[in-house]
């Protein structure tokens, strides 16, 4: 499938939603950022993404990752992507100026970044994790650090990685068992396995910069005493140029489900020489610097699979033909009539819309806040940084839950033709399925936004989110063409808060009832969030008809989709309400000897 960057959709929302040219504004780090210098960005994205990435996602997903004797070769054109990839200055972008960065919005980055991703996830995974490693020595590391590391990779010469799971530990990182010994120098020799690192070898950069998690010698247990460490994969002189090998090797690479272009690596650190970033035993607190990045970025992932399954479902539907319509003959001059008239293809194909265009309003809301929390002060930091830390779990595992059912939907629109590969729907589905498990499964995702986030801030961060939806009901509540959405927006916010007091009253009665509803509340927030976002865009799309605009047809479709939300997606919470009222007992009734085969 060929890629088409949605353009005027990204438009609608970074200039009309979310005024993005006024929120640069409030932060004096971004105030070059204005509405010229964004199209022009989105629109050199936008050829890169549809001229150098598409025409390679296929035919990488075919190639894959070679690797042999511990080095990976990326399949063919990646090379060259990726050097046009940073002489467009796209590594650069939202990095300190100091070395060499653009210093432009996390905002920006994140459009650039979902339409690269869309056009080929797995090139997206070699320069998506340095972002992370970048942001994390920028926060982190000393002054000597960032003069070593960050210019090389901010201009992408090297590239950066994290490095957190152990084949025994998987999420559970306060069982770690890499080590790191101190060396008389101050440097540590660091040894041990990690696995599943995205982009840990590959043949696009001179360098890998890997931020490891280790134990120091007498480290605390549990997650209290894990340290972070910059280990390069090739020693650095004093001149900055590459030297020796660090005794950093790539043991070998996972044959997966999807995204196979891109490099998943063991990596085997055999006493690898490395420097301690941040506080001794405060490498997980460091760490979070980077999986917020990577959590975001993992959102993307959902939305992104949404629009590749809805521009390929789209185009499949207008062309194939099947049937007659119930309601008579649309094409007369053809032997059927094209599969788009039939509902159930229509309820497909509006649902990756819904999904997609609702995505992309979720993950720049989010990033919007990632802007403030980077260059903002005082109190509009600390709001947005509280948002943030609700809205992030929300994001990672609701959108690439729904971003993987679009892209199911993607092959049930083509039937048979979808699951073969040509069409490009199956391999979709492969790529995104990983989406739901990596920086966290769904499961960890609403552990965290139930217990951690909502419950354990007693149901502050909830409250701010509550009071943002609130006052856009009440400011918008005399608004007759507004009322189908304010009314079913307030009742789900009632219902919301009655919800997590249920919830609260059930942990004191059974400690698993936080496991229990998590999942469930998890799809609830979800479902009320984009139905909040989908009421401004169709308050947006309202006012632009009223004021005559020349584009009637795009508004309109903005209000009939949030108003399929409304009817079709939207009464989803119930289920969940249901499944949530039930309590934890069906789950925890049945002995573990009962469960046999």
Request: glycine share 10%; proline share 4%; with cysteine.
């Amino acid at each position: 499938m060929q890629y088409k960057a949605p353009l005027r959709d990204i438009q609608f929302v970074m200039h009309e939603l979310l005024d993005s040219e006024s929120h640069y504004k409030t932060l004096p780090a971004f105030q070059e950022a204005d509405r010229e210098l964004m199209d022009s960005l989105f629109e050199m994205a936008a050829s890169f993404a549809e001229n150098e990435l598409s025409p390679l996602n296929q035919s990488g997903d075919a190639e894959g990752c070679k690797f042999e004797n511990g080095v990976v070769t990326t399949p063919k054109g990646f090379k060259e992507a990726y050097k046009a990839y940073c002489e467009l200055g796209f590594p650069a972008l939202s990095a300190e100026e100091a070395f060499g960065g653009q210093n432009m919005p996390f905002s920006l980055s994140t459009v650039i970044n979902e339409m690269v991703g869309t056009a080929n996830w797995s090139f997206s995974m070699y320069p998506g994790l340095s972002h992370g490693a970048i942001q994390t020595i920028e926060h982190h590391g000393t002054d000597e650090q960032k003069n070593i590391y960050l210019e090389k990779m901010i201009s992408g010469e090297w590239s950066g990685t994290m490095c957190l799971t152990e084949a025994h530990a998987g999420s559970d990182l306060g069982i770690i068992r890499t080590k790191a010994e101190p060396k008389e120098d101050g440097s540590y020799s660091i040894t041990g396995q990690k696995i599943f690192i995205s982009a840990g070898e590959h043949d696009l950069t001179d360098n890998i910069i890997h931020i490891v998690l280790a134990r120091l010698p007498g480290a605390p247990a549990g997650t209290k005493g894990i340290s972070l460490f910059i280990v390069p994969k090739m020693t650095v002189q004093e001149d900055g140029s590459v030297g020796d090998s660090n005794n950093v090797v790539c043991g070998s690479i996972e044959h997966k489900m999807g995204i196979k272009a891109s490099a998943t690596c063991v990596i085997n650190f055999d006493g690898a020489t490395g420097y301690l970033i941040g506080p001794e035993n405060r490498g997980l607190q460091c760490m979070f610097t980077f999986m917020n990045v990577a959590r975001i970025g993992t959102a993307v992932q959902g939305l992104t699979a949404a629009e590749y399954a809805f521009q390929g479902s789209l185009t499949y539907a207008k062309d194939r033909l099947a049937m007659r319509s119930l309601s008579g003959t649309k094409a007369p001059e053809k032997v059927a009539d094209p599969i788009i008239v039939h509902p159930a293809v229509r309820n497909m194909l509006l649902t990756e819309k819904a999904f997609a265009e609702g995505g992309r309003a979720l993950v720049y809301y989010l990033s919007h806040f990632a802007d403030t929390v980077a260059k903002g002060e005082g109190e509009e930091l600390k709001f947005a940084d509280q948002m943030l830390s609700l809205l992030t779990p929300i994001a990672k595992a609701f959108l690439t839950e729904t971003g993987l059912e679009a892209a199911n939907h993607g092959i049930q629109v083509y039937g048979g033709h979808g699951f073969v590969s040509e069409w490009g729907m199956e391999q979709n589905v492969r790529d995104t399925r990983i989406a739901c498990l990596y920086e966290g499964t769904t499961e960890i995702q609403a552990l965290d936004l139930l217990g951690r986030k909502v419950l354990g801030s007693q149901g502050k961060l909830l409250a701010n989110f509550v009071k943002v939806i609130q006052d856009f009901c009440d400011e918008n509540k005399e608004n007759d063409e507004m009322g189908q959405f304010i009314r079913p927006l307030v009742k789900h916010l009632k219902e919301w808060g009655d919800l997590t007091a249920r919830i609260g009253m059930q942990a004191t009665e059974s400690p698993e009832a936080v496991g229990g509803a998590a999942v469930d509340y998890m799809y609830f927030s979800g479902y009320v969030t984009l139905a909040y976002l989908w009421a401004r865009m169709a308050l947006v799309a309202q006012t632009a008809i009223a004021d005559g605009s020349s584009e009637p047809a795009f508004y309109d479709a903005k209000i009939k989709t949030a108003q399929f939300y409304f009817a079709k997606l939207l009464p989803r919470t119930t289920t969940h309400v249901e499944r949530i009222s039930t309590g934890v007992e069906p789950y925890m009734s049945m002995d573990v000897e009962q469960f046999a085969f």
